[in-house]
């Protein structure tokens, strides 16, 4: 496998990283919310999607998706509608009412899967798979493409999960600084705007 075209891509997907997107604004928002070490999970959900993404590349399939509105749209249009569902449900937690909310959705599964419907609805992502990463694919290569992608998708993962995590940290951080007694409500209205921006985001893409 050719070594410049793999430093290359690891220069290229550590600054894409450090670029503030939905599945930064995702992941930081829960964070801020649940603290960093839950907001793994949705990390873990950003990079799970990632290889939903890097799977239909190794198939072939990739193309077919870009290619097919109404398939994208179809995708696309389910994620942003649970975006939108969970922030303004956060939106909406009475104060009293938060902490109820606050464990339901700071459920391992539902951070997880708030993060995959942000980056699978996410037109940028899809566009990466397609696009940008064919430069980084040598078909003269002893490596197959598939192989290729392949350690292209390790060093997808390993660069963007510790990425995100600190983004997360960061947040949770911040949140400290919130007023005493009514940070958790405060905590909610963050998460559940960031949630329904990442949405709105999504939808002019």
Not at 33 to 57: D, M
Request: one cysteine or more; a positive charge; hydrophobic letters at 55%.
């Amino acid at each position: 496998m050719n070594h410049h075209l793999l430093v290359a891509y690891f220069v290229l997907e550590f600054w894409l990283c450090l670029t503030p997107g939905p599945a930064v604004l995702t992941v930081a928002s829960q964070g801020a919310r649940h603290g960093w070490r839950k907001a793994g999970w949705g990390a873990a959900g950003i990079c799970a999607a990632n290889l939903v993404y890097f799977t239909l590349s190794a198939l072939g399939l990739s193309a077919f998706v870009a290619a097919s509105p109404a398939t994208f749209a179809v995708l696309r249009w389910c994620g942003i509608g649970y975006l939108v569902w969970s922030g303004l449900r956060l939106l909406a937690a009475q104060e009293g009412l938060g902490g109820a909310v606050r464990e339901v959705e700071g459920r391992p599964g539902a951070l997880f899967l708030q993060a995959v419907s942000t980056q699978l609805a996410n037109p940028k992502a899809i566009i990466f798979f397609t696009s940008i990463l064919a430069p980084f694919i040598d078909p003269q290569a002893p490596w197959s493409i598939p192989a290729q992608l392949a350690v292209y998708a390790v060093v997808t993962e390993a660069t963007e999960f510790p990425i995100l995590v600190l983004f997360a940290a960061a947040a949770a951080r911040g949140s400290r600084l919130l007023p005493v007694g009514r940070a958790g409500l405060w905590q909610d209205r963050i998460a559940g705007a960031s949630l329904v921006l990442v949405a709105g985001w999504l939808t002019l893409r």
